[in-house]
C-alpha cells in the first residue's frame, strides 16, 4: 500500500521560506515522476513542479526561480524548497506520484497522492 505523507507547512510572512517534504512509503520515490500539487479555497488544484526519475524538474511559471523541487532516494523522500513566498501562493500543498503518462505540472495523472498540508503567506 502507498503512502504519501507530507509535512512542513506552515504560517509565513511574504518573503519567507519553507520546505515542504513528502516521506514516501510502499513506493520507490527514484522509480518514476513525483510532483507537488495546490489547491487554494475557491480555485482549481494547479500544478506546482514535478522531477522525473532521471531528475529532469519542471516548474509551474507562477513559481520559477522562487521554488525548488528535490528528491533523496536514500530517504525516499521528496522535497519543495519554497523561497520569496507570496501571498498568492496561500494553498493546500499535495505530494504526488507515479505519473502515467506526462511528468509536467500541467499533468495531474498521477496515480497516488498525500492528504496534503497547508502553507498559509501573510503580506
Known amino acids: 500500500q502507498v503512502q504519501l505523507v507530507e509535512s512542513g507547512g506552515g504560517s509565513v510572512q511574504a518573503g519567507g521560506s519553507l520546505r515542504l517534504s513528502c516521506a514516501a512509503s510502499g513506493y520507490t520515490a527514484s522509480r518514476g515522476c513525483m510532483g507537488w500539487f495546490r489547491q487554494a479555497p475557491g480555485k482549481e488544484r494547479e500544478g506546482v513542479a514535478t522531477i522525473g526519475s532521471g531528475g529532469i524538474t519542471s516548474y509551474a511559471d507562477s513559481v520559477k526561480g522562487r521554488f525548488t523541487i528535490s528528491r533523496d532516494n536514500a530517504k525516499n523522500t521528496l522535497y519543495l524548497q519554497m523561497n520569496s513566498l507570496k501571498p498568492e501562493d496561500t494553498a493546500m500543498y499535495y505530494c504526488?506520484?507515479?505519473?502515467?503518462?506526462?511528468?509536467?505540472?500541467?499533468?495531474?495523472?498521477?496515480?497516488?497522492w498525500g492528504q496534503g498540508t497547508q502553507v498559509t503567506v501573510s503580506s
Open positions: 504526488a506520484a507515479d505519473a502515467t503518462y506526462a511528468c509536467y505540472p500541467r499533468f495531474s495523472n498521477f496515480r497516488y
